[in-house]
């Protein structure tokens, strides 16, 4: 199997630039952004199962059946979301004037905006700001990453090799996020040849194990999209390589992401194993990463095992034996056959108090093993949220 290799800093595949602008939706900073494929590329993706979907949300689903993108267009700071059929004529529109700017068909752009639910884009700012945005196309990924932001504290962008060919992620996401899929916008370019189908499958198993274990505040978002988008310029690669870098690469943006929640200072992980099944092992891993309980005794650095053992119990339809649990907090056993463990409870707070956090579980009930991936919650994550429509 080919190796992996990250590259520092991130590049855009080959074939792949991009571009942002502040098009006047945010006081400053890049507020819309732009994706491109010099050659017809291979695509797929995956949105969100909320049931009061963006507009752009309800167009991609149709584009993307196709199978084939060349561009991508999104901005930030207004979602597109709950605006009606002109919501709808807006992201439309929104396609074909990055098509036009790029000399594109307009059904192979897809289109996200993120941002505020409920206003209507303005599209003489769009349209403003994508003419001429074609001859600042670059090779940067976070230069494209800057202008998806919403609350994200910085651009998030990461590339690695598999064989000849570069995997580069692109994403966002900060707060609204929880499975189904975890909210974000996160864009998957490779200059690797892959079918659309393949595409599809390979795109899905990674964002089972990855975004779709991501939560912050377990508010499933109204725009949730990741695509990939395939070009073929460098190549096939074995598959088996490709699937393993793909899911690599997405557990290292999930966790970026994660990292980065709104108010966030620490990442939050739990693993199940020795579940009954899967399904359970990512119902309970899920539940110990979104506990405002856990997640506030990852903030306060306390070792308080009662919040774990809680949040593995409530899952009232998992098959759990107390009498079989095991559960070590940064790799310190703090329960074992039905009680507390001797631990240095001192040390472990010590522990506690750098990042990431680290909670495993042993339910010893089968063989279901997962991941989950959240982060601590702050006093910062109030004061984010609590004025958000203003900021």
């Known amino acids: 199997m080919d190796a992996i290799t990250f590259h520092e800093p991130a590049r855009m595949p080959r074939g792949f630039r991009c571009a942002s602008r502040n098009c006047g939706l945010k006081r400053e900073g890049p507020d819309l952004a732009l994706f491109y494929s010099e050659a017809p590329a291979a695509a797929a ?107 994200d504290t910085y651009p998030k962008a990461i590339s690695l090799s598999v064989g000849e060919a570069t995997i580069t992620v692109v994403g966002k996401g900060a707060g609204m996020i929880a499975p189904n899929m975890a909210t974000m916008l996160v864009y998957i370019f490779t200059d690797a040849a892959c079918d659309a189908p393949t595409l599809d499958r390979l795109l899905r198993d990674a964002v089972a194990d990855t975004f779709n274990m991501l939560s912050v505040d377990t508010d499933t978002s109204t725009s949730d999209t990741c695509a990939i988008l395939a070009n073929g310029l460098a190549g096939p690669v074995d598959e088996a390589a490709f699937r393993q870098a793909l899911r690599v690469a997405c557990t290292r943006m999930t966790e970026m992401l994660a990292r980065d929640g709104e108010g966030a200072t620490k990442l939050l992980r739990a693993t199940v194993q020795n579940a009954r099944t899967v399904d359970e092992a990512r119902k309970i891993a899920r539940s110990i990463v979104e506990s405002p309980l856990v997640k506030t005794m990852a903030y306060g650095a306390d070792p308080n095992i009662g919040r774990v053992l809680m949040a593995v119990g409530k899952c009232f339809d998992c098959t759990v034996e107390p009498e079989k649990i095991t559960v070590w907090i940064n790799d310190t056993l703090v329960f074992t056959e039905s009680a507390r463990a001797d631990f240095d409870e001192d040390e472990l707070r010590r522990i506690l108090g750098g990042d990431p956090v680290d909670i495993r579980v042993d339910l010893g009930v089968g063989t279901g093993c997962a991941t989950a991936f959240g982060c601590d919650l702050t006093y910062g994550y109030i004061d984010e949220n609590a004025a958000y429509a203003s900021s």
Do not use: C, H, W, Y
């Open 45 to 151: 993706a995956v949105f969100t199962r909320n049931q009061f979907p963006g507009a752009p949300i309800i167009v991609g689903r149709e584009l993307i059946r196709k199978g084939r993108l060349r561009a991508v267009v999104v901005n930030s700071k207004i979602s597109n979301v709950g605006t009606g059929e002109e919501g709808i004529r807006n992201a439309r529109r929104m396609g074909e004037l990055a098509a036009a700017e790029l000399g594109v068909p307009a059904d192979e752009v897809l289109m996200s905006s993120t941002g505020l639910i409920g206003r209507q884009l303005p599209m003489d700012l769009i349209e403003a700001g994508l003419r001429g945005m074609a001859a600042e196309l670059q090779d940067d990924p976070l230069r494209g990453a800057e202008g998806i932001m919403t609350t």
